[in-house]
């Protein structure tokens, strides 16, 4: 039992990693690394609403639409759930640390359409995961967005210094980056039984 | 009497990156030595064939960048990836995945991201990764047998052909020593697996010897202080940990002396890892780089698809290079504390 979840962990954190091998959440991705501080900010915020919405949405599937037999709403539904959860981050995230706030920018309310949020929450569907598996699939998908955001913003600041050709300045280098770390994420493809 | 004024500084440093690299490339050669002597002519011809293609580009890039060419021809640094990636391919691999890895990894990893001192990835590292993703035939069906009392090694003429040509070479190519111990540790005992011939008398037949010409030459780069010790020891620190945790038994999994002489375990620690371009810049920084590359080793050999993982570690530790540079920058001079992490 605990064999399964901690396979699931490395599975969802490593090996289909939301941004590197599903490229899902790619817009924070470009759009809020290039500084540390900043993309630490944003995958503590994704964190928490990846996970809460991850498991809200499960419930609201289970509990709510396949009762009612209305799975048919099931992306409706969600986005909902994600928008309620967005507000409450922002309001907590407002409230605990104006300074991030300003810093998160209009990145804050994007979480809304950041596509890992509500990939998280169709894949359970999907996948058919139970309450546990969801919550551990949701926080373990925000904890590989996060790390890879993070080492990705650490190394963006290193190549915003550097001599790169013109052509190439700022975004498209990032995107060369990305290319390359997804390259890099594919030796863990096969690591744990698909 | 008249003393002649010079100003200082009076002891000129005679250290340059030409000579660096230059002193890589000469650390390599008793392993390339060892290579052909073991492998055949494949090593010298893909050498060859890599450095030239490898300057080619250079070349053509530093024209279009409009940058001095003879000024990034002349510090060697293209040859040693050049040399670095022909050693850790197949030696019958054909000549335009060579040529694709060496244009990948000049171009794209090098002089895209600003050139040389600047690239965040290992070049040689990252050209591999790429070879093994595109063309996994090719770079596991075309390493060479090694040279026994039974085993001829194909001629320099033959070689030739084989690389430009794709013969049929099947009598002398065969998987590797790693792979062929991965595959059968499940059905058979340590003894069953290596009464296989290409295991020879000692460990792995051929393959020790190399990993030694590493070795050697790797200490010469430490005697030189062109690397410190401390990443060489670490990877092979954290590659001993993992298979000291995980692989005591060398009935069920592959054994510890295989992990250390066999594969890229040591070209790996001590020419790839070392890079001091796409590696952690201070000593606690390279201490834990080098573990972390020690234990992802054995994760990939042991539990990943592919018989030998160094170019993907090697590729994810540098992603997480400049993340640790962060938290281990060292104490400045007049400081009480180091000041570290993304609050400084």
């Known amino acids: 039992m605990v064999a399964e979840y901690l396979t699931l962990l490395v599975s969802i954190i490593l090996v289909n990693n939301f941004v590197l091998v599903q490229f899902l959440g790619l817009c924070p991705f470009m759009g809020v690394s290039n500084k540390l501080e900043t993309a630490i900010g944003m995958g503590l915020a994704t964190t928490f609403v990846l996970t809460l919405s991850s498991v809200l949405a499960y419930l609201v599937y289970n509990w709510l639409l396949v009762p009612l037999g209305l799975e048919f709403l099931q992306t409706i539904s969600f986005i909902l759930v994600i928008a309620v959860v967005v507000q409450f981050t922002e309001m907590v995230v407002k409230k605990t640390s104006p300074l991030l706030y300003r810093v998160l920018g209009i990145f804050l309310p994007l979480i809304t359409t950041n596509c890992a949020v509500l990939g998280v929450a169709l894949l359970n ?3 058919n995961h139970s309450f546990i598996q969801s919550f551990l699939y949701g926080f373990g998908g925000a904890i590989g967005f996060s790390l890879v955001l993070i080492l990705f913003s650490a190394m963006r600041e290193r190549i915003n210094q550097a001599d790169v050709p013109k052509p190439f300045k700022g975004s498209a280098i990032g995107m060369i980056t990305a290319g390359i770390m997804a390259l890099a994420f594919l030796g863990f493809s096969g690591l744990v039984p698909a | 009497m008249a003393f002649v004024n010079i100003t200082s500084p009076h002891v000129v440093g005679h250290n340059s990156v030409t000579l660096m690299m230059g002193k890589v490339c000469l650390a390599l050669v008793p392993a390339l030595v060892a290579l052909t002597y073991f492998f055949g002519w494949g090593y ?3 050498a060859v064939l890599a450095v030239s293609a490898a300057v080619f580009f250079e070349v053509i890039i530093t024209l279009l960048r409009k940058r001095p060419i003879l000024f990034a021809i002349k510090d060697l640094s293209a040859v040693t ?4 990636l022909a050693l850790a391919v197949p030696p019958f691999l054909p000549w335009w995945a060579t040529i694709i890895g060496i244009f990948f990894a000049i171009v794209f ?3 895209l991201f600003g050139g040389l001192g600047h690239n965040p990835f290992n070049p040689a590292m990252a050209a591999y990764a790429l070879l093994l993703i595109s063309f996994p035939l090719q770079m ?8 026994t009392e039974t085993q001829s090694l194909l001629s320099f003429g033959d070689t030739l052909t084989a690389i430009f040509k794709s013969s049929n070479i099947d009598s002398y190519t065969g998987a590797t020593v790693l792979d062929v111990y991965k595959h059968n540790v499940a059905a058979l005992t340590q003894n069953e697996i290596t009464q296989n011939p290409i295991f020879g008398s000692f460990v792995a037949n051929g393959w020790e010897w190399v990993s030694l010409m590493y070795l050697l030459g790797g200490v ?5 202080k062109v690397i410190t010790w401390h990443t060489p020891v670490s990877v092979l620190g954290g590659l001993l940990i993992m298979s000291v945790l995980f692989s005591y038994d060398a009935d069920t999994s592959t054994s510890i002396s295989l992990h250390f002489l066999a594969g890229s375990t040591m070209l790996g620690a001590f020419f790839i890892a070392t890079d001091p371009v796409s590696s952690a810049t ?7 780089y080098g573990v972390g590359i020690g234990v992802l080793i054995y994760v990939f050999r042991t539990w990943g698809p592919n018989p030998d993982g160094f170019a993907f570690a090697v590729l994810l530790m540098n992603f997480c290079a400049p993340f640790i540079d962060h938290y281990t920058r060292p104490r400045t001079y007049g400081q009480d504390k180091a000041t570290r992490g993304y609050k400084a």
């Open chain 1, 125 to 127: 569907v999907k996948n």
């Open chain 2, 44 to 46: 010298v011809i893909n």
């Open chain 2, 81 to 84: 990836t050049a040399l670095l």
């Open chain 2, 109 to 111: 990893i090098k002089h």
């Open chain 2, 140 to 147: 596991t069906t075309t390493w060479s047998i090694a040279l």
């Open chain 2, 220 to 224: 010469f780069l430490i005697w030189q």
């Open chain 2, 282 to 288: 201070s000593n606690l920084g390279k201490l834990y």
